[in-house]
């Protein structure tokens, strides 16, 4: 992410009802991962680590949680909350996603909310590809326009939209995916509004 995004957004510090994220969103999301204890997961893009409690239970003390973003302001948040629970298993990484390189191989990768406000987001996907193991998995949870006629309705308003949600609302990644993958599923959630796309890694 640049450096616009360094800064804690509004809709992280007003809650999620700023960004129509239904309650247990978050959680289905990464149920979503298939994630199992003691394996090790990278949020791309975690933010103030509103899922890090999320993945810390689906892998389970044995397992590890890995934060990358590039905001240091975000991370910082994060820290508190990682600081105040005492985890040991969940550390924080103040990367550029395209730059993003792990010491060993993850089961799973995951954007959440994350992907459609990066700016460079094929290096950014292939980096988080390149780290995960064969046979591991990639996800990637956002929002944007549907393409139904809720999506013709907000069409007009998309670049509104984009100043409370700091992202592209065209993007597209299970297209994305689809050039790293043969098997890239996705599913639609509130009106077509938000997504979940997985791809299995060969």
């Known amino acids: 992410m640049v450096a616009r995004y360094d800064r804690v957004a509004p809709w992280y510090r007003f809650g999620e009802w700023t960004i129509l994220l239904?309650?247990?969103?978050?959680?289905?999301?990464?149920?979503?991962?298939?994630?199992?204890?003691?394996?090790?997961?990278?949020?791309v893009g975690c933010g103030t680590g509103r899922n890090l409690l999320l993945l810390r239970?689906?892998?389970?003390?044995?397992?590890?949680?890995?934060?990358?973003?590039?905001?240091?302001?975000?991370?910082?948040?994060?820290?508190?909350?990682?600081?105040?629970?005492?985890?040991?298993?969940?550390?924080?990484?103040?990367?550029?996603?395209?730059?993003?390189?792990?010491?060993?191989?993850?089961?799973?990768?995951?954007?959440?909310?994350?992907?459609s406000v990066l700016p460079d987001r094929d290096p950014?996907?292939?980096?988080?590809?390149?780290?995960?193991?064969?046979g591991g998995c990639l996800a990637i949870m956002d929002a944007g326009i549907p393409d139904n006629r809720l999506g013709r309705l907000l069409s007009p308003a998309a670049e509104v939209i984009a100043t409370v949600f700091p992202g592209d609302p065209y993007s597209e990644p299970w297209r994305d995916l689809a050039r790293l993958s043969p098997s890239v599923q996705t599913e639609r959630f509130q009106f077509d509004l938000y997504f979940i796309c997985t791809a299995r890694k060969p």
Do not use: C
């Open 22 to 43: 239904a309650p247990g969103f978050r959680r289905r999301a990464v149920a979503r991962l298939g994630l199992k204890p003691g394996e090790r997961v990278v949020e």
């Open 124 to 134: 950014a996907l292939d980096a988080a590809w390149d780290a995960i193991r064969p």
């Open 57 to 115: 239970e689906a892998v389970g003390s044995e397992g590890e949680v890995i934060g990358v973003d590039a905001s240091a302001g975000m991370l910082a948040e994060a820290q508190k909350t990682i600081s105040r629970r005492g985890w040991q298993n969940v550390r924080l990484i103040h990367e550029d996603a395209t730059k993003l390189a792990l010491d060993e191989p993850v089961d799973v990768a995951y954007f959440s909310l994350s992907y």
